[in-house]
């Protein structure tokens, strides 16, 4: 069994902090030899992360569980993962995504017409019942409604409380919608679900070789901001997604996925993930987070010549090792 970080609250009450994973889905089945190295970091959560896509934007028709989706990414494949993770004693937050062609930001997704929202709410809700089933069928221990969906939100806002309510019918956990680090401010519906969840992709400094007062001194707003929510709501805070890029600039715009050619710089991701840890996770009010992203084939990924967010066989995988290691407990 995995221990998470343990932490005793103003009452006196330990308080384990989820120290998580983004567990990227793959071609094949898990096996053993890929849950190890999720262990040996001390996580005691997965993200589990099934996908349904979309062909661009402004068309709803959202296709998922399809033969020709990778294995990881169907309900056969999210379940056989979080069987293998649960085994192991890690727990498990089932995070559904929308993929649209060519990689265009979900945010966006907009309908140009009230019969195409219609069919968008019809197909997104059966999606997201769909996979609430598996939620409660595998007892997953977080499960989360939506992933950066900004747009959707702010227009069909009756829609998401409705959704809610019909998640709840089925699945008797914890829930929790991924909201971007731009978005969480106007998300509607916090009071209807148990954690307040945000992409953490904040931007912190611009400079190019970050130092740690740097990020630290460029958290504070930000933190100020999601404080005062969680004490507002009486909901906690948790990172559904959280990382860096392991580049230059790793805290000028913490959310790019391109392929760019920033210089890598292992030491800037590590600083920026070690100053996350030392901000947040001995709040109160914050309930941990899962790391973006760790693929299944630790030995190949990652490494030091890579500029991606990965932390799998860097140096800020040694960071995160040590802030999820378990606390001893001493006898009183």
Not at 244 to 254: E, L
């Given at each position: 069994m995995i221990y998470g970080l343990v932490l005793l609250s103003c009452t006196g009450h330990p308080t384990e902090k989820i120290n998580g994973v983004s567990f990227v889905a793959s071609r094949e089945e898990v096996a053993q030899s890929h849950v190890d190295p999720v262990l040996d970091i001390h996580a005691n959560y997965a993200a589990i992360m099934?996908?349904?896509?979309?062909?661009?934007?402004?068309?709803?028709?959202?296709?998922?569980?399809?033969?020709?989706?990778?294995?990881g990414e169907t309900r056969k494949g999210a379940k056989q993962y979080i069987e293998m993770l649960h085994k192991n004693g890690v727990k498990v937050m089932l995070k559904p995504q929308i993929w649209i062609s060519r990689g265009e930001f979900t945010g966006n997704m907009a309908m140009q017409t009230e019969a195409d929202w219609e069919t968008l709410e019809?197909?997104?809700a059966r999606f997201i019942l769909h996979y609430a089933a598996l939620a409660e069928e595998t007892h997953a221990d977080i499960y989360c409604v939506g992933t950066e969906l900004a747009t959707f939100v702010k227009n069909r806002p009756a829609f998401w409380t409705d959704l809610v309510d019909r998640v709840r019918e089925v699945y008797k956990g914890k829930l929790t919608y991924a909201a971007n680090w731009d978005e969480y401010t106007n998300t509607p519906f916090w009071g209807e679900l148990d954690y307040i969840g945000v992409n953490a992709y904040f931007p912190l400094c611009e400079r190019q070789n970050p130092t740690k007062e740097t990020l630290r001194t460029g958290w504070q707003p930000w933190k100020t901001k999601m404080k005062e929510l969680a004490e507002q709501l009486d909901r906690p805070i948790l990172f559904t997604e959280f990382g860096?890029?392991?580049?230059?600039?790793?805290?000028?715009?913490?959310w790019l996925v391109d392929r760019n050619e920033e210089r890598v710089n292992l030491q800037a991701q590590a600083d920026a993930t070690q100053v996350l840890f030392d901000e947040f996770w001995d709040q109160e009010w914050f309930a941990g987070g899962f790391v973006w992203k760790w693929f299944i084939h630790h030995d190949r990924a990652g490494g030091l010549a890579d500029n991606r967010f990965t932390p799998q066989n860097k140096p800020a995988e040694s960071v995160i090792r040590q802030r999820y290691a378990p606390i001893k407990k001493s006898s009183l």
């Open positions: 099934p996908f349904g896509f979309m062909q661009d934007p402004h068309t709803p028709n959202l296709v998922f569980d399809s033969d020709r989706q990778w294995f019809d197909s997104y860096y890029r392991s580049m230059d600039y790793t805290g000028k715009k913490p």
